[in-house]
């Protein structure tokens, strides 16, 4: 019930392409859901993160889409770059508990 | 600059014996954590603390030990009893234990078995 379940591992789009990773929960308890973006030999950094109250947020070409009566969530990435090349983890939390990470999408933007 | 300062950056152990990660934050953040990272299994909790003096086990315990006796630091032993030991550590930190909000990270530490 812990779980968190990202796919897909990998990910191969061309620039200017929509990259979409998804993930899906099954606690209900769950009330906050970020997305980590991490470079190679970096730690991960907060991208965008959502609550269940809304279905959507959007920063930049970055958007979430939330679908709680499905208990999924999604990452999508508009008109990716070679720049956004990365392993993308999302995650979800009951408040002030710990983080549960998914296991992670590596993204690859080719030109 | 604030941050999460994570050393070294590269360490090896040898076959028993203790190593110590280190990790600073200079962020006055309440929280901290240690995650190990292995390919395909993303990011597993192994202790977190949200106080000082005070520290809790997370996912994967086993083999660490970890210490918070100061509040902008939190070092993790990775003892012999632990296996397998290769992987990327990454430490974190939050301000407030008592909200979501979000992770702090290290640039991490790889540790390999000689």
């Known amino acids: 019930q812990q779980q968190v379940k990202q796919s897909p591992q990998s990910l191969i789009v061309q620039k200017g392409g929509i990259s979409i990773i998804n993930c899906a929960y099954e606690n209900t308890a769950f009330d906050y859901f970020p997305w980590y973006q991490q470079f190679p030999g970096k730690g991960p950094a907060l991208l965008i993160a959502?609550?269940?109250?809304?279905s959507e947020k959007k920063e930049g070409r970055f958007t979430i889409s939330f679908n709680k009566s499905a208990k999924q969530f999604s990452l999508h990435i508009m008109d990716s770059q070679p720049g956004d090349s990365a392993t993308y983890f999302c995650?979800?939390?009951?408040?002030?508990?710990?983080?549960?990470f998914g296991t992670g999408t590596r993204l690859q933007v080719f030109p | 600059d604030g941050g999460i300062t994570q050393s070294p950056k590269y360490l090896f152990r040898k076959e028993g014996q203790n190593v110590t990660l280190s990790c600073e934050q200079n962020l006055n953040h309440d929280a901290m954590y240690w995650y190990r990272q292995d390919p395909g299994q993303g990011l597993r909790l192994i202790y977190y603390?949200?106080?000082?003096?005070?520290?809790q086990k997370g996912d994967i315990a086993e083999g660490y030990s970890v210490s918070r006796e100061k509040k902008e630091s939190f070092p993790l032993t990775v003892t012999s009893a632990q296996k397998n030991p290769t992987a990327f550590y990454l430490c974190?930190?939050?301000?407030?234990?008592?909200?979501?909000?979000?992770?702090?990270f290290g640039s991490g530490t790889q540790l390999s078995v000689l």
């Open positions: 974190a930190s939050r301000e407030d234990r008592l909200a979501n909000e979000k992770l702090f």
């Open positions: 603390s949200q106080i000082v003096n005070d520290f």
């Open positions: 995650a979800a939390s009951i408040y002030t508990d710990k983080l549960i």
């Open positions: 959502i609550r269940p109250d809304v």
